[in-house]
């Protein structure tokens, strides 16, 4: 049985080890789509959650690289 992480989670202090387990995910659903396309919905599903998490990250860290400019400046 296969789960997708919620995206809304990708905020908690953990995120690194929830893109871990979505890249797991990805990598063994893949392998069941080569040999069932049924199991393509759950492997789009984990690849846009793999991308909200990669997404959210690259935006916290533009926003610590501005805050601390701030702090700098102030």
Not at 42 to 63: K, L, P, S, V
């Amino acid at each position: 049985m296969f789960f997708v992480i919620r995206s809304a989670r990708c905020y908690s202090s953990g995120m690194r080890n929830e893109i871990e387990i979505l890249k797991a995910a990805y990598s063994k659903v893949a392998s069941l789509v080569i040999e069932d396309p049924a199991y393509l919905p759950i492997f789009e599903r984990i690849e846009w959650e793999i991308a909200m998490c990669q997404n959210r990250d690259d935006i916290i860290q533009r926003a610590k690289a501005v805050a601390s400019r701030y702090r700098a400046t102030a």
